[in-house]
């Protein structure tokens, strides 16, 4: 059995992140100041934005461990996130290696963003930057396309 301890939102390791009064900053968690994320890590946060705006996340640095061969690549360490409120919201992407991906947007005001960290191996980690913004005109309304004339 693998026993895995997490710090919790307190220090820095999930919890809720309100986006209504202007941007906030999401980082790796460096206990020791050492330059790399601690190992053993399950961090997760829920980003929540007024209602009537979308969450958009940029990555600011990203270099996650990531297990790569000639015909294969894996994450070993990988950040998750999740269109919702929550880890069964569907998911955007899991992302690991030393270039993040571009700017997400939400499709609603929730966002859900998890961290994972194995045992071994840590890298530099990530600093992400999540803002509401208004969205993209149209996105929210549903069109429905007929052959009527």
Request: net charge negative; hydrophobic share 35%; glycine share 10%.
């Amino acid at each position: 059995a693998v026993s895995r301890f997490t710090y919790g939102a307190s220090s820095g390791c999930g919890g809720l992140v309100n986006v209504t009064d202007g941007s906030k900053t999401v980082s790796s968690l460096d206990v020791n100041g050492d330059g790399r994320y601690e190992p053993d890590l399950n961090c997760h946060w829920t980003v929540v934005a007024p209602e009537a705006k979308i969450i958009k996340l940029r990555f600011t640095s990203f270099d996650l461990e990531l297990r790569q061969n000639d015909t294969h690549q894996s994450c070993w360490d990988y950040v998750e996130v999740r269109n919702g409120e929550g880890p069964f919201s569907p998911q955007v992407g899991i992302f690991c290696g030393n270039t993040g991906p571009p700017d997400i947007l939400s499709q609603s005001a929730f966002l859900w963003f998890k961290f994972f960290s194995d045992g071994t191996n840590s890298s530099a980690g990530f600093s992400a930057v999540f803002s509401a913004e208004d969205p993209i005109c149209g996105s929210h309304v549903a069109i429905n396309a007929t052959n009527e004339t």
